[in-house]
């Protein structure tokens, strides 16, 4: 490892935490000596990174330090190709573009080698047959969900049983085969899961619901005993 590429690793290890962290800490996570670890932090305070603590106390980087956009690796790039590309494909319209725009942005400020490697990345997504979903559906949703608003569905299950439901949607689930919203029904008073293609109407009352996004989401990875990345087999 270079160690350009080493301290760029020492400042985003740095980044991620809220207190000091001894250096002996830092140097086993990073895979170098105290001595390196030392030196590092040093020129890093040099080159007025500001980064705080002493041998024997323990580092904290500063709140407010950025790296500039260009800092991306290789393998960090093409991940975010990659994701960009997913969205592209999966995710509705404004995503959809939010992602081409986001990869144009990167483009603008990267050095010229890396940016072949932004247009060129062999990773590919495929494209996916699914039933297809209104864009203002999925626009829709993701405003309730942000703005922490009801809405008023017309559903058809699985069982084709046609209901109406007003639900508190606090999450999206974009999957290869389908779109779900993840929601607090008013009519079961539980957690339930909607497929996007299943809704056959929907309307937005302006009423905000009581409780707020992460304490629902909390409480419905707390029931299912959901990991934060929860994925999900049937609804």
Avoid at 30 to 59: E, F, H, N, T
Avoid at 112 to 120: E, M, P, Q, R, V
């Amino acid at each position: 490892m270079s160690r350009t590429q080493r301290v760029l690793d020492l400042i985003q290890n740095l980044r991620g935490r809220r207190y000091a962290v001894p250096g002996r800490v830092l140097a086993e996570e990073l895979g170098i000596s105290l001595r390196s670890l030392y030196r590092d932090i040093a020129a890093l305070k040099g080159q007025g990174v500001p980064v705080d603590g002493d041998p024997g106390v323990g580092y904290l980087l500063r709140p407010g330090f950025t790296l500039p956009p260009l800092m991306f690796t290789p393998d960090e790039l093409e991940a975010l190709v990659l994701g960009a590309r997913w969205v592209v494909d999966r995710a509705d319209g404004g995503l959809g573009q939010a992602a081409r725009d986001a990869l144009v942005k990167i483009g603008a400020v990267i050095p010229g080698a890396l940016k072949d490697d932004l247009g060129s990345s062999p990773l590919l997504i495929p494209s996916q047959s699914r039933p297809p979903v209104a864009d203002a559906l999925v626009r829709g949703l993701r405003q309730a969900v942000g703005d922490g608003q009801k809405v008023e569905l017309t559903y058809r299950d699985l069982a084709d049983r046609v209901t109406r439901r007003t639900v508190w949607p606090f999450a999206l689930a974009f999957y290869d085969q389908v779109l779900v919203v993840v929601s607090w029904c008013e009519t079961r008073q539980d957690f339930r899961h909607f497929r996007l293609d299943r809704v056959e109407a929907w309307a937005l009352p302006g009423e905000g619901y009581p409780r707020s996004r992460s304490e629902l989401l909390t409480q419905w990875r707390e029931k299912y005993s959901i990991r934060p990345d929860w994925t999900a087999d049937t609804f």
